[in-house]
């Protein structure tokens, strides 16, 4: 069995890792934001982290087989290395609790109201664990079949909404006078495309030319399904409607009727199975990450031990996040800049010393 | 062997818990399954009336073999929306369950009061379906729901089965609480609500007309009667009949009606609107077997055109100076077109004094009546 991971399973990682939670919530902060004018910022940045995707992924086929942990150590030294793996963690351990937050925050509010917090984190975490105990490959694989499940009940569910929804609401495309505001929202869009980073735990085969434009053009593709989420949730529920709800995704989701087709005809559940399923992969995705940095900081600590010891860290600061007031709010704006670092700053630094050093 | 153990019951702990909804669980007949809810104003506040469906009932009443009633309704009022839920909830022997909620009725004195308020509480409330069906009544609510229960049906059903038929039919257009949210939230407020009521001989519950709202605020009612071309404006409608005044007689005829895109200027301050439709119309009978000639086709074409132009602009003009409100959705290819002028104006100032000129093209068939064309 390859212990490497294959183009197309980086694609469905990326495609399930991006669009995790975002997803239910850009609709609405782009509405308020950039107006009809949301789908320019949205492909502007696809295209600036299409390219820092491709540098990573540049950077791990130059180094095949190993993590970002690995040949950090080659190219910046021990003590580099040592600082951006605690970097990573910390990042991660953020992310993963925004997650969690959020993942909890949301199925409260619209599904199981009597639920409490900690009953979501303690079904979930288990499940992301053991995924997580199973090392890269095996999530890749399983995002690979789990991808192109989603992303069949996505087109589905928003190419009704693109039928069933105002077209009006969504015109004119562009307002010349709104444009330098459309393009202003780009910064709310960032968070957005952050989990390019969760690559650096992926280990890429020796002959993986294709890999960094597999890369960009996936990040392009991600860039064109959020166009497809905001505009058909603005033609269902309305551009100034959609700013008042936290989870406009799902408010926009609960008008479609798919009257003929009977099995469908509740699509919130569809997206309730389905759409969740691409939180919890992007969830089991960076408490990965969280695993494979850790272990590489404490080698001697078994691998079990560090995923229970992480899970129980992301329980607790999940916990801790849900008595304090406007968390994600606080949380988001710290992601937003350590994304920036962890996608950006380190891998194209180190893709700049790689070059000089011929490796890439 | 141990840890596979610990494994199985850890996957079968967490399947249990999902399917049983954690917390949530709840058998259904252990909630007030809610069909309707009607909003009324109450002395010093306001009341709500929820129509509670019957999970045993639904029999055809004592004759029927003494099952019981299908429906049941609890009545709450307060000085706040939050007061009269209260009571409600002091009066109902189960939780409310609101997801099953096929229409949400105001009474007439609440709609000319303001339902803004009410729009938001339903806005926050995630248990509320958002493509529930509204409607507004002038009927007594206790009237509206005895008459349900005496023939033994569910107001909301009833309600939500009259307005989707009629939407299929091409007489209304679909307009769910979510749909008045969405325009409530826009800079242009004007919209129309289904009025509902009872027939006078069967005590059935019909659509009588339409609201006419600003916003929160009922301006005004129109009749059926008079409504009818407010539907038709919209376009996109299945073929209907309409019966034609003809010198001392009348012609039936099917019309297949297709509204061109809207032509929008503006020029000098002055709002103008070419609003044209392609009609495609089957001469199907008339009242008395005049001699059909190819004139009188032409006349009937012409004097067709005449009359559906003059009914658009009855019902445009109504708008503009009657109510002065823009509920037949002008603002959109306005805002379309000019996005800037848009926002720089006040549309309701704007709208009663734009030009507006309606064209009806006609092309004449008679396909089900003893007339050849000459050759």
């Known amino acids: 069995m390859a212990n490497t991971i294959t183009s197309r399973q980086m694609a469905f990682t990326l495609f399930l890792t991006l669009t995790s939670i975002t997803v239910v919530t850009i609709p609405g902060v782009m509405a308020e934001t950039a107006g009809v004018g949301s789908w320019m910022p949205l492909l502007a ?21 190993m993590a970002l942990y690995d ?11 040592f600082l951006i793996a605690v970097f990573y963690v910390v990042y991660f351990l953020t992310v993963d609790t925004y997650l969690c937050n959020a993942m909890a925050g949301m199925l409260q509010a619209n599904f199981l109201f009597k639920t409490p917090y900690w009953a979501f984190l303690a079904a979930g975490l288990p499940v992301f664990g053991y995924l997580a105990y199973h ?23 928003h ?21 330098g505001r459309s393009f202003g929202a780009a910064g709310k869009t960032i968070i957005a495309f952050l989990g390019i980073e969760v690559l650096t735990v992926m280990p890429f085969p020796k002959k993986s030319k294709k890999a960094p434009r597999v890369a960009f053009i996936t990040l392009l593709l991600v860039g064109i399904v959020y166009v497809l989420v905001v505009e058909s949730s603005i033609m269902m529920v309305g551009l100034h409607e959609i700013t008042f709800y936290e989870y406009p995704l799902l408010t926009a989701i609960r008008q479609v009727q798919l009257e003929n087709i009977e099995f469908l005809r509740r699509v919130d559940m569809l997206y309730l199975t389905v759409g969740l399923m691409g939180i919890f992969a992007g969830m089991s995705v960076v408490y990965l990450a969280i695993v494979e940095y850790s272990g ?15 899970g129980v860290v992301i329980f607790l600061l999940s916990l801790v996040g849900f008595g304090i007031q406007d968390f994600r709010d606080i949380i988001i704006e710290y992601i937003t800049y350590g994304g920036l670092i962890a996608a950006g700053l380190i891998p194209v630094g180190l893709w700049i010393v790689a070059k000089v050093r011929k490796r890439v | 062997m141990c840890r596979k153990s610990i494994k199985l019951i850890a996957v079968l702990t967490l399947i249990s818990l999902s399917a049983s909804g954690c917390w949530d669980a709840s058998p259904i007949e252990k909630n007030d399954i809610t069909t309707t809810v009607l909003v009324d104003t109450a002395p010093g506040g306001y009341a709500f009336y929820t129509e509670i469906a019957s999970l045993t009932g639904g029999g055809g009443g004592d004759e029927g073999g003494g099952s019981a009633p299908k429906s049941r309704v609890i009545y709450g009022e307060g000085p706040s ?24 009725i105001f009474t007439e004195r609440m709609a000319y009061s303001g339902i803004d308020e009410y729009m938001k509480r339903f806005r926050q409330n995630p248990r509320y379906r958002k493509t529930a069906m509204v409607a507004v009544t002038g009927e007594k609510p206790d009237d509206l729901f005895t008459a349900a229960s005496d023939n033994n049906t569910l107001v909301g059903l009833v ?50 007309g339409f609201c006419v709202m600003d916003g929160g605020i009922c301006q005004g009612v129109i009749p059926m009667e008079e409504a009818e071309f407010i539907v038709y404006i919209r376009g996109n409608i299945p073929p209907f009949r309409y019966t034609m005044p003809y010198d001392k007689s009348s012609h039936t005829v099917e019309l297949r009606l297709k509204r061109n895109p809207l032509k929008v200027d503006y020029a000098d301050g002055q709002i103008k609107f070419d609003l044209s439709f392609a009609c495609k119309a089957d001469l199907l009978y008339m009242e008395d077997h005049p001699t059909i000639s190819d004139d ?80």
């Open chain 1, 159 to 179: 190419a009704n909404m693109l039928i069933q929804g105002d077209l009006e609401n969504i015109l004119p495309l562009i307002v010349p006078s709104e444009v």
């Open chain 1, 71 to 81: 040949y950090s150590r080659e190219l910046v030294g021990k003590a580099g290395c």
């Open chain 1, 296 to 310: 590489r900081l404490l080698p001697r600590v078994p691998r079990g031990g560090i995923v229970i010891g992480a």
């Open chain 2, 81 to 104: 929306f939050v007061d009269a839920r209260e009571a409600l909830e002091r009066k109902s022997d189960k939780p409310v369950y609101l997801a099953g909620v096929q229409c949400v």
């Open chain 1, 135 to 157: 090392g890269p490959v095996t999530v890749a694989r399983i995002f690979e079949l789990y991808g192109m499940v989603f992303l069949i009940a996505l087109l589905l569910v």
């Open chain 2, 296 to 375: 009188i086709m032409e006349d009937v074409e012409k004097r067709l055109g005449q009359r559906l132009e003059e009914e658009f602009s009855k019902v445009i003009r109504m708008s503009q100076e009657v109510y002065r409100l823009d509920y037949l959705k002008f603002h959109e290819a306005f805002r379309i077109r000019y996005p800037d002028e848009f926002e720089q104006m006040d549309w309701k100032e704007e709208y009663p004094n734009a030009q507006i000129k309606v064209d009806v093209e006609v092309n004449l068939t008679g396909s089900n009546i003893d007339y050849e064309p000459e050759s």
């Open chain 2, 159 to 208: 309600v939500n089965d009259t307005l989707e038929s009629l939407v299929d039919l091409g007489q209304l257009y679909h307009m769910t609480m979510g749909d008045v949210l969405e325009i409530i939230a826009c800079p242009c407020k004007g919209y129309l609500i289904p009025r509902i009521g009872l027939t006078e001989r069967e005590h059935d519950i019909e659509v009588n």
């Open chain 1, 45 to 65: 940045m696809s295209v600036v982290f299409g390219v820092l995707a491709a540098v990573v992924a540049s950077l791990q086929r130059a180094f095949p087989g």
